[in-house]
């Protein structure tokens, strides 16, 4: 078993594996440690929508033959409030930027394999639980079938998600939390349906928000606002497609209805940290932050991370220097806060929070017609969408 690389990466989600890629791309050895089996990793359905720097990414990283040619690039999206739609045309309003709908697991398919191909290698079901000596020389203590083993490395990458063992690992007096919970959560669907629009709506219905997504041209993805605390015993299929046909609905528009295969529900949360590294240790993606899913942005900040993490340790590797891994956590901040900003922004405006008819609502509205009445608006909502190239 080998027991030293350069920088171990915990987890073997969209974070962790992008990482291992750009590392091994400029010679930097690392090994990747999943406590999960390589089958649960690749079918862990979660995101869908695929920024226009994170397609581009994979482009270059080689890994995109099968994103360009089976993921939906999108142009426009649909906005509906009580039924009353807009369009916002994102690629006209951003000079050419658009999305890509393309299922997480697909991305974690193809990053795997991808990993495996060019020789770094990936231990699944092997549980970190523990990492010392984050100062100067890191080792991370793992256990696979039963065995405890010990992987002692220059550098450790903490990928390993919200409930991961890195952020704890942290000393306490390093950061300060930020946290918010929403008074909702989603109830998330996958269906043997056809899509029943070529674009995303989001909508607002005084029933609660309503999301419309696609993985193909024969599965839908589906989202309900649903109360805190609900259970999915409560949600036969017929009352779900009845409750998404009402908040979808517009006129002349009808729901595709199919077989349900998968539905969940997740709660809203945003959370963040505002230093992500101590030492030797450096967190990347859901291990540092989570935002609302309402942006589409959670994959996208976990990848943005790992473009500036791998070109950090690159530089001390190759020319000796801790200039970029002491502005990391600095450089991924902007980018995490515009995204904690928007997801804040897209979760208030498609919820239902107040009454219909009060002063809340009215505001709400008035935020939507805004969209409508002003290109400004529009544009501001395109290029947070679809991501900003540089920030
Ligand atoms: P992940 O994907 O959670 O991967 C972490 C990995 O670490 C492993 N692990 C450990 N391994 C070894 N030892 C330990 N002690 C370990 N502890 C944990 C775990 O098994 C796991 O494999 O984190 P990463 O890589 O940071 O990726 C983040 C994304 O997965 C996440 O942000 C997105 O799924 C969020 N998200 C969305 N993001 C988007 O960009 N666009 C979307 O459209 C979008 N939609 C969504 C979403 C998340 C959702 N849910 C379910 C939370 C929709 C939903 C409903
Ligand atoms: C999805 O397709 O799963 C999806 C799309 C857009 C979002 C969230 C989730 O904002």
Redesign the pocket.
Known sequence: MIDRTQVGIIGAGPAGLTLALLLKKQGVNCIVLENQSRAYCESRV????LEQNTVDLFNELGIAGRLNKEGLKHEGVIFSFNGERIRVPFEELTHGRSIT?YGQQEVVKDLIAANIEKGVPILFGAEVYNIKGIETSPVAFYQQDGIEHQLSCDFVAGCDGFHGISRQTLPADCYKTYSKEYPFSWL?ILAHAEPSSDE?I?AYHERGFA?H???SEKVS?L?LQVENGDTIDNWNDEKIWDELAVRLGTKGFTLNRGKIFEKGITPMRSYMIDNMQYGRLFLAGDAAHIVP????KGLNLAVADTRFLAEALVDWYKNESDDQLDAYSANCLRRIWRAQDFSNFMTYLFHKQAEHGSFEYQLQKSRFDYIRLSVAQATTIAENYVGLKAI
């Open positions: 979660r995101a869908g929508l709908i998330g995303l989001y999301l997504s696609l993985r993805r989202y899913p309402t942006g589409g």
